[in-house]
């Protein structure tokens, strides 16, 4: 979606309604750097300081995140998924584990009865990695195919509401899977391949693979759970 430059009246408000426009129609993703304040300047054709002002907004709302000499980044695709980040945040790795499960759970169940070729290409892909990674102890980039494996899994829904939840509590997610992941490497479940969720995922994959809801879900409640037992209260 091109910008457009604005009218001279309500500056902020135009540009703020802009911006918001490029995240809601998913031109920038979560996680996405934005243009910078000089080219979003330009494009718009308003001065740097009514861009500035625009993204603070934008940042206090929650969508935005601004970080010191690396740019601003889409952190939410709504206000409403901002304000649940912020809270998420503030909350024990327990409670955090327990939204996932809710959102995991029925994702698992619901990939199992839409998923496509493609989704499981993605998924197939995400595996691989995730094993590769751990055989390697490359721990950083485990958790980002750990990460991408889950996230293939809620694609594979084709529920753009499920998705955007997810999108909106990635960070926590993610943060999560690292916490998981670098405490079990350390320990003696490293030996026993790929388990910074709690198990092998491979017997997710196939129950997907199969179609297979009961055993989908039982897979994706078994991991979540298994976490949980790990977790202090």
Request: aromatic share 4%; charged share 30%.
């Amino acid at each position: 979606m091109p910008l457009a430059s604005t009218r001279r009246t309500g500056l902020v408000d135009q540009v703020i309604s802009q911006l918001r426009a490029q995240i809601d129609s998913g031109e920038w993703g979560v996680g996405d750097r934005i243009p910078t304040e000089s080219e979003l300047s330009e494009q718009l054709e308003v001065g740097r300081n009514t861009v500035r002002e625009a993204v603070r907004a934008l940042a206090h709302a929650g969508l935005l995140e601004i970080r010191q000499g690396a740019g601003t980044f889409v952190r939410a695709s709504s206000e409403l998924g901002g304000a649940l980040r912020r809270r998420l945040e503030r909350s024990r790795l327990r409670e955090n584990l327990e939204v996932r499960r809710a959102l995991e759970v029925e994702a698992a169940r619901l990939a199992a009865l839409r998923h496509t070729e493609e989704d499981m290409a993605e998924i197939d892909r995400a595996m691989a990695l995730r094993e590769s990674t751990w055989r390697e102890r490359d721990m950083s980039a485990f958790v980002e195919a750990d990460f991408a494996f889950h996230r293939a899994v809620v694609n594979a829904t084709h529920n753009t509401l499920l998705i955007d939840l997810y999108d909106d509590i990635a960070q926590v997610v993610y943060a999560s899977i690292a916490h998981t992941a670098y405490e079990q490497n350390e320990g003696e479940e490293a030996e026993h391949g790929p388990s910074g969720d709690g198990i092998d995922h491979s017997k997710l994959t196939e129950a997907l693979r199969e179609s297979d809801q009961v055993a989908a879900v039982r897979e994706a409640t078994c991991y979540i759970d298994e976490l949980l037992s790990l977790t202090e209260d």
